[in-house]
């Protein structure tokens, strides 16, 4: 009866310091993954429609604009073996992005 | 598409050419220049269907409702003027990619440049010499004809 206690024990103390480390560790790389997964979509949807930049209203472009800035703060945390390509890259990617809305953005206010 | 960036990007690592590249491109459209293909014209005539989207890295987007082509006249009398294409230009980039940065504006003749800043690899220059064709092949730019 004895052992089957010990049993109990040795099992439930490996499920705390072993079982769970597994569950938390796993649903935090899942966050992890779709936090790494996740700026990208965002950078394409702010990217993906330059070329309506010119069409676009100014409030649209006032937000555009705000979601580059956010997105630059993720882009600057990013951790993992690529960060550092991925960082240099898609700042720069990001940046250009940005001027061209910017752009389009000073040259509305000033028509308007 | 598999990822087969060591094909190009192979410096330092040790990569089996599939094919040799001579025997590859023998007999396609020839340039001065370069590694001697005009590859321009080896897209026009379908002998290669470069890919315009890389998981990933590439952003979809809709197709750009592209300007006509238009010219940019040569200072230099008797120098044939510029057809810029910007259909060309923007098979596989953004807007972004020129614009503000390299050509400010939207008005043709806001920016002003000369083949000097070119050379020195500002504007046109930024990509020309490096990733696109040689600023030596003078004709692919200076291609209207003068009358």
Redesign the interface.
């Known amino acids: 009866m004895k052992n089957i206690a010990r049993l109990f024990f040795i099992g439930f103390l490996l499920f705390n310091f072993w079982g769970r480390g597994f569950i938390v560790g796993g649903s935090l790389n899942t966050v992890y993954a779709q936090e790494q997964g996740d700026w990208k979509q965002e950078y394409a949807e702010i990217c993906a429609k330059t070329q309506n930049a010119m069409e676009m209203s100014v409030a649209e472009l006032k937000d555009r604009i705000e979601r580059a800035d956010k997105l630059q703060e993720r882009i600057n945390k990013l951790e993992g073996p690529l960060a550092e390509t991925e960082k240099k890259v898609f700042t720069k990617r990001l940046k250009m992005c940005r001027e061209l809305y910017s752009f389009a953005l000073e040259y509305k206010e000033h028509k308007e | 598409m598999n990822a087969t960036c060591d094909r190009c990007h192979s410096l330092g690592k040790n990569v089996t050419r599939k094919y040799d590249f001579r025997e590859f491109v023998k007999g396609w459209p020839k340039e001065r220049l370069g590694n001697g293909v005009d590859w321009e014209k080896a897209e026009e005539q379908e002998l290669i269907m470069p890919y315009d989207y890389i998981e990933?890295v590439s952003?979809?987007?809709?197709k750009?409702?592209v300007q006509d082509d238009f010219k940019i006249v040569s200072k230099v009398k008797g120098m044939p003027n510029i057809i810029f294409s910007h259909e060309k230009h923007t098979v596989w980039n953004?807007?972004?990619?020129c614009?503000?940065?390299i050509f400010?504006g939207?008005k043709k003749g806001l920016t002003q440049y000369s083949m000097v800043s070119i050379y020195e690899g500002k504007f046109c220059g930024v990509c020309h010499n490096n990733v696109a064709f040689p600023l030596l092949d003078c004709q692919r730019c200076h291609l209207q004809e003068v009358k």
């Open positions: 990933g952003i979809k987007r809709a750009l409702v953004g807007c972004e990619l614009h503000p940065e400010v939207i």
